[in-house]
Each structure stands twice: as structure tokens, then as C-alpha cells.
């Protein structure tokens, strides 16, 4: 089990940029899969991406090309690179940490991009 924190959130107008970070109590390096989800109101939370140990990423279609999921293992964070945000963006982002024996969360951050 680890904990997670995230930061970065906030307001940005259409077309700029965000960058979330995801603090891990734990070595990350010992974390098989990692991912940003988000929760936009009236919906269900949705994968963003993903990342795994190997370093391989996979990135929802409404995304990609946008956004860069990465980890940095010396610093025991995870980050989410938004650029190009757009109003559909907007949504609170949670930090997710899997595997065998916990699915774990972050408390949640708010992006919100105005048009």
C-alpha cells in the first residue's frame, strides 16, 4: 500500500498547459502500474493514461498528443504534462497506484480550463 498526493491542479484558459504531480510514499520504481484518471461532473472517472515499470504508456484517444505521462524514480514521483487544454479537459485528476494486493488513490486535484 502506498500513499499518494497530487499537485499541480488549477485554472488555465483554453490552449495553455498544466503540469500534475503525483508524490508516492513508496519506491516507485516497485510500483508495476501507474496511471491518471479523471472525473468531470455527472460522469464516471475515466482513464487518462497510464504508465508501467517497463517505462511503456498508453494514453486515452482524447489525449494523445496532448498530454505526457512520466515518472521520475529518484524522486519517487509521478507527473501528467497537459498542454493544448481544452474546456472538455476540464475534471479532478487522481494519481493511481496498482498492483497485486492494492489498487491505491490520490485525493484528487482540480483542472479547470475556461473557453
Known amino acids: 500500500q502506498v500513499q499518494l498526493v497530487e499537485s499541480g491542479g488549477g485554472l488555465v484558459q483554453a490552449g495553455g498547459s498544466l503540469r500534475l504531480s503525483c508524490a508516492v510514499s513508496?519506491?516507485?520504481?516497485?510500483?508495476?502500474?501507474m496511471g491518471w484518471y479523471r472525473q468531470a461532473p455527472g460522469k464516471q472517472r475515466e482513464l487518462v493514461a497510464s504508465?508501467?515499470?517497463?517505462?511503456?504508456?498508453n494514453y486515452a484517444g482524447a489525449v494523445k498528443g496532448r498530454f505526457t505521462i512520466s515518472r521520475d524514480n529518484a524522486k519517487n514521483t509521478m507527473y501528467l504534462q497537459m498542454n493544448n487544454l481544452k474546456p472538455e479537459d476540464t475534471a479532478v485528476y487522481y494519481c493511481?497506484?496498482?498492483?497485486?494486493?492494492?489498487?491505491?488513490w490520490g485525493q484528487g486535484t482540480q483542472v479547470t480550463v475556461s473557453s
Open positions: 504508465i508501467f515499470s517497463s517505462g511503456a504508456t
Open positions: 513508496g519506491r516507485i520504481i516497485t510500483i508495476p502500474t
Open positions: 493511481n497506484a496498482r498492483s497485486v494486493g492494492y489498487n491505491d
